[in-house]
């Protein structure tokens, strides 16, 4: 596989490398480093670009099994697609079996472990133990809330129950509805989603308690819980992580805003 057709690949699907010096990366071939400026390039935590790389192994596959290649290469590629939760079709076609759960901003976060644990606990169970995914969906809530509350140096109460954590998660980023903040924020519109997107999460944690997740031992295990109870579950709580996650990174967002009583008015100085 040449230079050109590795550039090529990429550049069709609309990528373009980063500079060679910027790249964490070294290697004696050039075919290789040309990959990785691209492939360095994209935000693996971006849904729609991962999608639009996958695009980019599909050519490369199909240049392979045009050009004849040998061995077992192959199924190596099918195993350890399969290993993240994709399938690759006799075309070349890459699809996803088990879509993965992600969230942005969460590499600026200090520790950004408790997130990452259980977005990981929702995407391996999200098919295959719907309960398994509801519980894993109301802690990633709770791992969220404490994640905000540290970040912004709130003491975090362990014992809290989630709608107090969500609540206190909301109002140390401004998105509580007694926030008075100028622009969209402030106004009734936003302020109903906001109470909204709360409800939701504490809807979340309502129905893990109620014996629909795991957390808590039942005597009869629940009744007509599928798969799309875990998908409404994962995405209202990804819903919920999202905006906060994204308020926290916002470099104009309203908590940021907050008036600080500056040393001068503090010392009583008029």
Not at 64 to 72: A, L, T, Y
Request: charge should be negative; charged fraction near 25%.
């Amino acid at each position: 596989m040449t230079v050109r057709v590795v550039a090529e690949a990429w550049q069709n699907h609309n990528f373009a490398p980063v500079p060679e010096d910027e790249l964490r990366y070294d290697d004696t071939s050039v075919r290789r480093i040309t990959f990785e400026t691209y492939a360095a390039a994209v935000d693996w935590s971006d849904y729609s670009q991962v999608n639009r790389a996958l695009l980019v192994f599909e050519d490369f596959i199909r240049f392979c099994k045009q050009s004849g290649w040998e061995g077992n290469w192959l199924e190596e590629v099918t195993v350890k697609l399969e290993r993240d939760g994709l399938l690759l079709d006799e075309r070349g076609r890459i699809t996803w079996n088990r879509r993965p759960v992600v969230a942005r901003h969460v590499e600026h976060l200090i520790d950004p472990s408790g997130i990452l644990a259980e977005l990981e606990r929702v995407g391996t169970t999200i098919t295959e133990d719907p309960a398994a995914a509801i519980g894993s969906a109301k802690q990633l809530i709770e791992a969220t809330a404490k994640t905000v509350l540290r970040e912004r140096g709130i003491a975090v109460d362990e014992h809290a129950k989630v709608p107090a954590l969500v609540k206190q998660a909301q109002k140390a980023l401004r998105l509580d509805a007694s926030s008075v903040t100028p622009g969209p924020d402030g106004t009734d519109a936003v302020k109903k989603i906001l109470g909204g997107v709360a409800s939701i999460a504490v809807g979340v944690a309502e129905l893990r308690n109620r014996g629909y997740g795991t957390g808590h031992g039942q005597a009869s295990a629940p009744s007509n819980l599928g798969v799309r109870h875990a998908h409404l579950a994962a995405n209202a709580a990804l819903t919920w992580c999202q905006l906060m996650l994204d308020t926290l990174a916002d470099p104009v967002a309203p908590w940021r805003k907050q008036q600080h009583p500056t040393a001068s008015a503090a010392a009583g100085s008029p």
